[in-house]
Each structure stands twice: as structure tokens, then as C-alpha cells.
């Protein structure tokens, strides 16, 4: 692992800020936001990592080193053995949170990037169908940030309209012009 | 393993009939497309995933699962709680398996603090996970033969996973959710005779689960509603990220614990049933030979488990002993700080990963050095299976849906968080 930790260092000298090991065991990349594509088509193509784990948004708000606030980890794991995991690391800055898409790499990181930008609000650019996913639509702010409330209530949703679910999709029941 | 996929080729009903000529009287309808609704409360939805699914005759022409329902913000909950207050929030996630879920939170727990638990705690956490991960698929197989018309199959399977939860229940002292680990070991050690009863009871359950394999595996309607539906391939699988016997259902032999074994999965002898198609009938297949390896895996480890402390003695993680609380100064201080301020989890990150009942189970942690988590992030396995699903019935029917539903074994706990 060590190895391919530094062979990928020295292919990508400019994108990847740094490669280590944890002290307690997990292989870390930590990749410039704009390379983060590049970087995973590699690895998915080069370095068998073909089976996606999944996406986790961390808000530093409150950890000493907090600029940038957020880091978003990517986990992926090789798809024949030795079945070795990595992490991709990316940080994003709280002015803009946005971060290049993984869901044209692995299609598995699509609901994982739509749950994180749910949770925390990084918008993850160039996916294809980015919506909250546990939350509903009308939710304002995104829970997991650190400065989200424990307690509080939301605001009343004003009733959606609906088609008519009988006979499918068509034109929506007239039932403002009818008075 | 492989005889499942030829048990399934060799049976009548999976040869093809005949086709029928299209003649002019067979040209196919005008027919509009229509929107159906499924869920969240649709029984074959499992109560908590709703499905917009447009139909096309009686083909899936598109589907959107929507999830979210049964969000309860777990880890909003986990960030202001200790990280022993977080493990009955960790039962509710897969609430069919709970201590499997539990051993997997504290596997990352422990990675954080850097302990090794004795080796009589791990052996009685093989012997609780096993158990729950037959409880979990006994329940997809009486589930998935339920909605699939026989009745009787998960009266059978439910009696079986009744008679495990019992053995659980004098294990951990609740049937369901267990909140049976503590960091450092477990919460108690084995009850005086359970393990004669645990064995009879896995010979009723084995009795139990040959009656639903007779009944299932060999049943014209079961194998036409199963075998080559719902399929996924692959590298579709890895891709979205399959773990567990949904991705052993397409070939691949990815089990954590052979792959990387914890616990003491690596003094035990066991095998990885896999599949070949990706297929519902693989997919339950598959969990009818897990079925057998995890009773395999129980009766070793009963006969194997040492003796010895089942928890560690360190007294900034487990409580001391009563004796000592009531009786020394010491004690009574630790248990004090113990509880008013939790586990002192040294600063850092940490991925720890296990095998659950569905696949991959995944905690990513995070520690700031206080009492509580800083982040405790769950990967659960149900979640990649269900983004796959528009795949994986996109062009079926609309009755394919609900096997491979099943044998996806979305669990709504685990998937909504």
C-alpha cells in the first residue's frame, strides 16, 4: 500500500497535496478538489478500485484547524484481493462548497454525494441529479453542520401540487380556476 | 457453492417455453404510459420506501425510489450523546441484526482508543453476530416468500428466527434491539447451560430452514418469479458498490471476514457461498448457504471459546465492578467520571468496517478528544442496493419489483439513518 501511496504521489505531484497513513491504519490521499476526477479514474482504471464504499462530509467548525471548514472523504475499495480501501480526501471552503462530482467514476457515489450535500451543503458540480435524499425538499439548512440546531422547528410546508396519480401525467387538476 | 445455479438450470420451470408467433392479432396496444405510486406504505415496500415507478403496460419503463421517511437524524443523535449513549441509537439502524450493528460501532470505537478486547468477548461476539445475521436472513427469506404468495414459508422462518431471538434475549437481555456490547467487551458473559440450548435450538432452526428450502427452492411459481430477474452484473455492482451476499450473488467473493478478517473469524472454518447470475434466485440462494455457514460458524465457536475476562479492566472505558464502586474511592471515582463525562476517546479519524448481515457495514468516526463523537458516520450496506434499483428493474415487470426488493434486504433503519 505504501508503495502505491507513493507511486501515485509522484504520477500526480501537483494534485495530490499529500499521501499518508494514519496512525491507526487507513490510507489517506489528500487530493485538490479539481483534480478529484482525474485522480479517480485512475484509480478506478489502474489500481483496480472499482468498488465504491461511500462519501462522509466532516464540518470542522469546531476541531482547531477549521480553514477550510468542511472536508468530504470518498471511500473506495479495490474489487478483487487483496480488497485494499482508500480514502479521498478533499476540502472545500465554506464560501463556495462546491466539489467536482465522482457520480461519472463510480455510479455508486450519486446517492452518497446527493446525502451529503443533504446533510451539509456541499454542491457536488456536474451531477446528475442533485436533490436532498432524506430530507424533503422544502428543509431549510442542512442538519449536520455544526452551527444546525438541536432543537427547532421548521417552517410549514405550503401544500404541492399534485398531478393527477388516476390518469397519469398530463395536465394539473384545474382547482384554482374553477371559483 | 456452486450447485445453486445449476439446481435452479436443471429444474423444469427454468426451461424456456416456447415462443409465441407475433401474429397480427398479438400486435401489441396503444397504450399510454402511467404513473404509479408505490409506497411508502405499501406492504412490499417494507413501510418506509416510496417508489414512483411509470409504467409502460406492465413494464417498468422508469423508476425513482424516494427515501427518507424514517430519518431520525442519527447522527445528529450520536454527535450529542456519549459513545456508550450512541449504542441503542447503533441497534436501531439494522434492527433485525442489532448486535452485529453494535459490534461494528465498536470496532470503530475501539480503533479510535486503540484496545484489543479479550479474546473470550470476541469469541461471544462471533457467537452473538452469527446468530443475529441468521435472524436477518431467515427473515428476508420468510419475507420474500410472504409477498411471493407462500404463506407458509414465513411461518416456518419466523418460528426459526423466534427461537434464535430467544437464545438472544437470555444472552443479552432483549430480543431486538440489544445494546449488548460495551467498548472494551461485551456487557456479560454467557448464562450458565446456554450453549446445550443453543445448539438445540440451531438444530430446530436447521430443520427449520431445510422445510423452507424444500418449500422454495425447487417451487415452479418461486423459481419463475426469481431466476433471472431483477439482474445485475458485476462490475454494475461493484460499481454502485454492492457488499454482502448481494454482491456473492454476482461472482464476486468479497466477504470482510475472509478478506480481512477480525474478531477471531480466522480461527474458524467456514466458506463463501457464491453465486453466479446476480439474480433474485441467486440472491436468496446465497442466504440459504449463509444460513448453513453462520450454524457452522456458532457450533465452533461454542466448542472453541476459552476462558477468561470478557471485557477489559480498564477503568477510563468499562466500569469497574460494583464492589469496587460501593467499596473504594477509586471506584467510585471512575464510575463517576465514566458516566458524567464518557469515554475519553483520544483525538483522531478512524474507518472501521465489518461484515454485517447485508454486506460491508462501515463507521467512520471521528473524535475531537470530549466525551461524545465528533461525527460517527454510518455505510450502510442497503443504501448502493437501493440507488441500483431503477437499474436493476428498469425494463421488467412491474411484479419483479417486489422480489428484488427482498432480496436487496433494504433495510429502512439502517439505509434512512
Redo the contacts between chains.
Sequence with gaps: MKELLEGLKSRFPEAITSAYT?????DYLVVKPESLPEVARCLRDEHHF?????T?G?DRL??PENDPRFEV?C?V?Q?Q???K?L?LKAFVAEASPELPSLAGV???A???ER?TFD?YGIRFTGHPDLR?????EEFQGH??RKD?P?RGRQPLVAERNF?D?TR??GAQLPVAESK | MTDMHERATQSPAAEALPAISPGPLDAPLES??????LGPSHPAMHGTVRMLVEMEGETIAKAVPE??FL?R?F??SCE?STWTQCLPYVDRLNYVSSTLNDFGYLAAVE??L?VEIPERAKYIRVIAGELHRMCDHLTLVGAMGLELGAFTVMLYAIEGRELLWDRIAELCGARVTTSFGRPGGVERDLPPGWAEKVVASLDKVAALRDEVDALLTHNRIFIDRCYKTGIIGK??A????F?GPCLRACG?D?DVRK??PYLVYDKLDFDIPIGSNGDNYDRYAVRIEELKQSDKIVRQALQQIPQGPIIIGDWRIVLPPKPEVYGTIEGVMAHFKLLMEGIQVPA????A?SEGANG?L?F?V?S?GSGRP??C?V?APG??M???IPQMIEGQLLADLVPTFDTINMIGGEV??
Design positions: 494514519s496512525p491507526r491504519g487507513d472499482t468498488l465504491y464504499i461511500d462522509c466532516i469546531l476541531l472523504i471511500t475499495r474489487g484481493a487483496p480488497w480501501k480514502h463510480w455510479k455508486g450519486d446517492w452518497w446525502y446533510m436532498r435524499i432524506l430530507l424533503y442538519p449536520l444546525f438541536l398531478q396519480l397519469g401525467p | 399510454k404510459r402511467m404513473v404509479i405510486n427515501i427518507g430519518h437524524g447522527e445528529k450529542n480503533k479510535l486503540g462490475e454494475d461493484l460499481n454502485y458498490g457488499t464476486v468479497y478478506a480481512h483522531g479519524e478512524a474507518y468496517y460491508e462501515g467512520y471521528v475531537d465528533y461525527k458516520h455505510r443504501f448502493a437501493l440507488s441500483a434512512e439513518q
